[in-house]
């Protein structure tokens, strides 16, 4: 079932947020590798202040497609993923997760789905069946919950 939805994500995953100027969105540039590391904070956040919803949306958009990539990259090598493959794309998007949450305002509703997705990943990927323990309805659930938030700050995500 995660495989099924990581892989309708991937086909999902070149959509750009919708711009409220009313102008044509541009085209994403290509995804960078699963190896390349992954973005702390957006750039438009001045230290010390926090990022808003759409910000932060915007950025969990990208951690999610490079989440994707990975993931389709490690099923699509010819071999059964292993643990250790799984465990690093989860770990690697929890702590994306978490970095973004903690750039956010404390009462803000995507921080609150951050929070819970990245705990969730974080679980499954310290499980000794990273894909299995992922298969779960508080996954799913975490998921959804950022899905709907980002939703209501006006940026399209599917996780």
């Not at 409220?20 to 085209?27: E, I, K, Y």
């Amino acid at each position: 079932m995660i495989c099924a939805s990581l892989i309708t994500l991937s086909a999902c995953g070149g959509e750009e947020p919708e711009n409220t100027a009313g102008s044509t969105p541009s085209t994403s540039a290509a995804a960078p590798s699963a190896s390349a590391p992954a973005s702390s904070a957006p750039a438009s956040a001045p230290a010390g202040a926090a990022t808003g919803d759409k910000e932060l949306c915007e950025s969990v958009k990208k951690a999610g497609e490079e989440m994707m990539d990975a993931f389709v990259a490690a099923f699509t090598s010819g071999n059964e993923p292993d643990s250790a493959e799984l465990k690093k794309v989860l770990t690697d998007l929890s702590k994306e997760l978490e970095t973004l949450a903690a750039s956010g305002g404390a009462d803000s509703k995507v921080v609150a789905a951050l929070k819970g997705f990245g705990a969730e990943a974080s679980k499954a990927a310290s499980a000794a069946d990273p894909m299995t323990a992922a298969e779960n309805p508080a996954f799913e659930k975490a998921g959804s919950e950022i899905t709907a938030a980002c939703k209501t700050a006006g940026v399209t995500v599917n996780f």
